[in-house]
């Protein structure tokens, strides 16, 4: 039985996946994620108290598929300097398929929901202590020359962040490969003529 309960929860999870996407949050019923999975709305509250329980479990399941992503790429890679351009690369192209965690990281009218802070809290802090990973193995490698290790993790990942819409909505991967790559060009070479 417990196994029947969790297919058809990963039924309406992955149908909230849909339909958040497609409505987005504050338009999305519990009528369209029923009818979407076939099933009578009383049943869904069998497995989810509510919408935001939906949400909720749709978001920290984009979650985990950004997270896994990003770890993945970044183990791919030899040299801190490759680790950064993988991290930001596939971070960005995973906002641009995750339509749902991106709105939670955007959407100031989710603002409200606490699960949505801590997922954003949590999200800042994987994001910072991977960046200082990567910083420190290039400090350690005699590749990278800083400072204040805790304030240059915190800046690349606010800047990520102040350039995300722009990236994660950006449809021509080759530009948005450009685009990253000059940015860590700048922030590798610096803008000083030597």
Known sequence: MPEM????RNQIIEAGVRIFARYGYRKTTM???AKATNKAKSSLYHYFS???DIFKAVVEKEGNILTSAVLNAIAKEELPTDKLRAYVKTRMKALNRLANIYNAFQDEYLEN???IQNLRSQYDNFEIETIKKILKQGIDQGIFEIDDLDLTAFTIVVGMKGLEYYWATEKDIRRLNRNIDTLFDLLFNGMQKR
Do not use: G, L, P
């Open 50 to 52: 509510s919408k935001e």
């Open 5 to 8: 309960d969790n297919e058809v």
């Open 31 to 33: 009528d369209d994620i």
């Open 113 to 115: 929901y606490k699960f």
